[in-house]
């Protein structure tokens, strides 16, 4: 091939217990990409639409990571890409981590698939960190293996694939606000209680059980966070409302997607995750801030070949 055609999707990082290590990977909502092969050596980014970023490879993430992939393998060729920005940068459902994933699985197809899937989530790390501050993998891993994932390690890079229950879907509002990664991860504090990480750490062990043994019931216990949430929640208005009323609709759980504004939901089948969608419309409807909302099934193929 001497190009190719992708779809990078949306993810919803730490999935309210799981801070950094997982998250899950959505089907209606991503990225497109276009990358080819050249003759002339190096990364070059072509094309933009969606959003304004830069096109200099070394200040955009797609960028970063396709130079990061390039240097490390060292092709005789080199790759131009374009970006179709569907994923508001900012939004909480994984804009930069489309971008980093999508470029190093598309090259790496070009290229007849030398690096593993793992060491593609390696090279789009680099991307990744330029977003955020920080190399967290809990938005790439999910986009470049599919499903749910688990992040053992980023350093050296180990994700476990988890199984997703079939009638398991989510919902998710992303109010029309701007929260930052770095901004959400400096309101964090550095130390917690040893009763809340205990608590946490029970919580995200059952919910890997839950998902291994298709259990709503236990996976609805699970879905709470007491380290993160009580901080970032602040920054998200009606967060508290939404989720009542959520929870009291039926969903399994709700919390903030990645480091927000946008807020998910989890549901057992699709119609459940539909009346969950009205709830948490109606909460926001009530106020000025712009907002929109969707449903999605839990994508277990991740990355998509158009």
């Known amino acids: 091939m001497e190009r190719i055609k992708i779809f990078s999707p949306a993810t919803v990082a730490n999935v309210s217990c799981g801070f950094d290590v997982l998250g899950f990977c959505l089907d209606s909502v991503g990225d497109e990409m276009v990358i080819r092969k050249t003759s002339e050596k190096g990364i070059r980014i072509t ?3 969606g959003s304004d970023l830069p096109f200099n490879p070394e200040d955009n993430v797609a960028g970063v990571s396709a130079l990061a992939l390039y240097n490390y393998l060292k092709p005789d060729c080199g790759f131009e890409i374009e970006i ?4 508001k940068p900012g939004s909480g459902i994984g804009s930069s981590s489309a ?13 007849g698939k030398p690096l593993s899937k793992l060491q593609l989530t390696k090279y789009a790390l680099k991307g990744e960190a330029l977003a955020s501050g920080s190399e967290h993998a809990d ?10 994932t688990l992040v053992r390690s980023v350093n ?3 994700v476990l694939q988890l199984p997703t229950p ?18 959400a991860r400096a309101i964090l504090p550095n130390e917690v209680p040893l009763s809340n990480a205990i608590t946490q750490w029970s919580n995200v062990g059952s919910l890997v059980h839950a998902l291994h043994t298709n259990d709503y019931h236990l996976l609805s216990k699970t879905l709470n966070d007491i380290v993160v949430e009580p901080y970032r929640k602040q920054l998200i208005p009606e967060f508290d409302k939404l989720k009542t009323e959520v929870i009291n609709a039926g969903a399994l759980g709700c919390g903030i997607s990645g480091s927000g504004p946008s807020i998910f939901a989890l ?8 009346e ?29 070949i158009l």
């Open 166 to 183: 079939n009638d398991l879907y989510t919902t998710l509002i992303h109010p029309q606000i701007e929260i930052k990664t770095s901004e």
């Open 267 to 274: 549901s057992k089948g699709k119609a459940k995750a539909t």
């Open 276 to 304: 969950v969608e009205k709830v948490m419309q109606n909460v926001y409807e009530k106020t000025e801030i712009p907002f929109y909302t969707f449903v999605s099934k839990i994508n277990t193929e991740g990355i998509k």
């Open 99 to 111: 971008s980093a994933a999508g470029s190093v699985f598309g090259i790496n197809e070009l290229l």
């Open 156 to 158: 050296p890079v180990d």
């Open 139 to 148: 938005n790439l891993a999910p986009a470049i293996f599919g499903g749910f």
């Open 84 to 87: 179709y920005k569907n994923i």
């Open 47 to 49: 094309k933009i639409e």
